[in-house]
Each structure stands twice: as structure tokens, then as C-alpha cells.
């Protein structure tokens, strides 16, 4: 209750200073201004724009999602927004806290999580539980890792940007038509990594944001914790677990996640001899990739093929 209560404090000082200074943030709004949460939704939206508008991904790159919180400057940046597009779900919690305070009148919001059919985050075989358990089912929030999701993500961005932004309209549908095409391409290409490989079983000695992924393609998986567990250190019986599993199926990579702890894929790693490869799940990625354009295209690639090696 304390902390709801200083968020609509936090968001009614900054609306006041945001009205006596309205002409401080009019000079940086070029054009068409999106407002992201995250890495995913903000590359989607470049790709189908390409130049044509201003954005913003509210999480500094080489930050950990998980564990972001909002500036003032932030909450400002969502209530001039001409879009603003955020996941859903317990990490986005903070978004709905400033949503129900601030004026969101003129801003269309769009939830991934709106865009797909979800599935339940599910706890498998030697997972690590919770501390405690939810008293309603959590689904998943990692909407984004699947490129068949993907797909659907970046049409309803192009429908709203297309109706939104009329002037562009028509590159913004040749744009989205050409990106979808190259997600397709993505998804084949995983499709027949998956059916030239030798097994169908990856292992995580990590959280697990993949549950969209694996669906898709049919992989059966086993890792340390779920997707949006804010657990750090595994059980014992976890780590036996997950190194027997290793040793019985002769798997020979064992999976992190990009700016995750690495600390029990390498106990995993030198208990069977299985390499470490990190698996990106297109979260957030460093200063230095951000700098150089690198895509969700860029990252799903080299996805490709470390999944390729996991699944010899």
C-alpha cells in the first residue's frame, strides 16, 4: 500500500513539473514519438518505422529487466508518447501503478501480452519451486521469443502505427510486409534446426523465458528456475538434477540466458563436460550491441545456431 501510494505521489509531482515545463521536452519530440519498455517491442517497432518516428526503450541497455524501476523522466516520457508498448504481466507491474495515475488520453497502449495466446508459466521436473506459491495461475510473459509470435506482435504494432500515422501508413505496411518475410525465414530456419537434430531436449542451468519457444518447435526442456522467478540459488537436488539429466541423455551444451548468472551452468558444465552457450532471450542487450543496431534478427540467428549445437 505504501509503495502504490508513493508511485501516485511519485506521478502527480512529476505531472506538475512536467505542466510548468511542457516547452523543456516539446524541442525533443521530432515527429511521431513510441515509447517501449523493452528491447523486443522497441527493435519491432524500428524495424516497421525505419526512421520515420522518435524512440524510446525506457530500459538502459546492458540493464537487468527484471529488476528495472522507472525515473520521473520516464513517466514523462510514457504520458507524451504517441504509442507506448509494454509486456504485461509481474515484471510490468509498475506499469499499471503509473497508467492509473497519469493522463493517458492521447496515448495509445499496446500489451504484448494482448497480442498472442498465452500459455501458463509451469514449474518441470527438478525446476526450483518458488518460495511461494501464486494463488492465481502467472502466464508466461516472454511472448516475444517465439518468431510465430513475433509475427503477430509486429502486425498489431503495424495496425496501430498505420492508423495512427496516416502520412506513413503506406511505408510503414511495406515495411512490416518485408520484416515479415523475414520472420518466416527465421522460423524455417529453426524448424529445421529442431528436425536435423538428434535429440529434442535442451537444458538451462538458468531461468527458463523460453516456454513460447520450446512450445513452438516442439522441445521438451529442463532448467533451475521459470522464466520470471526472482530465485537465485538452486536446491541441491536441483544442480543432481539437472547434471544427471546431462549425463543420462549425453546433452552436450548447457544453456544460460544474456546478463543472467552464469555460476551453476558452469558447475552443471564441469560436472559432464557439456559446453556453455548462452541462448538469448532478446530481453535487453549491452551499451556496445545497442550502439551497433544490433537486432532481434542479429540475436535469433546466432539462437539458431547455438540450438543447432545443443541439439547434435
Known amino acids: 500500500m505504501i509503495k502504490k501510494l508513493g508511485y501516485i505521489i511519485l506521478s502527480l509531482l512529476i505531472l506538475l513539473a512536467g505542466f510548468s515545463s511542457c516547452k523543456a521536452f516539446t524541442a525533443a519530440d521530432k515527429g511521431f514519438n513510441i515509447v517501449t519498455t523493452g528491447f523486443a517491442p522497441y527493435d519491432f517497432a524500428r524495424q516497421i518505422t525505419a526512421g520515420k518516428a522518435d524512440l524510446t526503450m525506457l530500459l538502459s541497455p546492458g540493464a537487468e529487466s527484471h529488476s ?9 516520457k510514457i504520458q507524451k508518447s504517441k504509442i507506448f508498448i509494454y509486456v504485461g504481466g509481474e515484471s ?16 495509445k497502449i499496446i500489451t504484448l501480452m494482448d497480442c498472442v495466446e498465452l500459455v501458463e508459466e509451469e514449474t518441470v521436473d527438478g525446476m526450483q519451486e518458488e518460495a511461494e506459491e501464486e494463488e492465481e495461475p502467472a502466464y508466461d510473459e516472454h511472448v516475444w521469443t517465439s518468431p510465430r509470435n513475433a509475427k503477430l506482435i509486429v502486425q498489431k504494432l503495424s495496425e496501430a502505427l498505420c492508423e495512427l500515422d496516416t502520412a506513413n501508413a503506406e ?3 511495406k515495411n512490416t510486409a518485408a520484416y ?8 524455417a530456419k529453426f524448424k ?45 537436488a536441483t544442480v543432481k538434477f539437472l547434471i544427471d539429466k546431462v549425463k543420462a541423455e549425453k546433452i552436450p551444451v548447457v544453456f544460460h540466458i544474456e546478463m543472467g548468472n552464469e555460476k551453476m551452468t558452469k ?20 551499451r556496445d550491441d545497442f550502439k551497433n543496431g544490433v537486432s532481434y534478427l542479429d ?14
Open 92 to 107: 510490468d507491474a509498475w506499469v499499471d501503478k503509473i497508467l492509473d495515475s497519469i493522463d493517458t488520453s492521447k496515448v
Open 68 to 76: 528495472y524501476d522507472p525515473s520521473p523522466q520516464d513517466i514523462i
Open 192 to 236: 529445421a534446426v529442431v528436425a536435423e537434430g538428434s535429440r529434442k531436449t535442451i537444458i538451462f542451468g538458468d531461468r527458463f523465458p523460453f516456454r513460447y519457444f520450446a512450445d513452438a518447435y516442439g522441445l521438451t526442456y529442463y532448467a533451475a528456475f521459470p522464466g520470471c522467478s526472482t530465485e537465485t540459488e538452486p536446491s541441491a
Open 267 to 286: 558447475v552443471i558444465s564441469e560436472a559432464t563436460g557439456a559446453k556453455v552457450l548462452q541462448l538469448h532471450a532478446c530481453h535487453n542487450i549491452s
Open 171 to 173: 511505408e510503414y505496411k
Open 180 to 187: 515479415l518475410e523475414k520472420l518466416d525465414a527465421l522460423d
Open 299 to 312: 540475436i535469433m540467428e546466432k539462437n539458431a545456431d547455438a540450438l543447432k549445437e545443443a541439439l547434435a
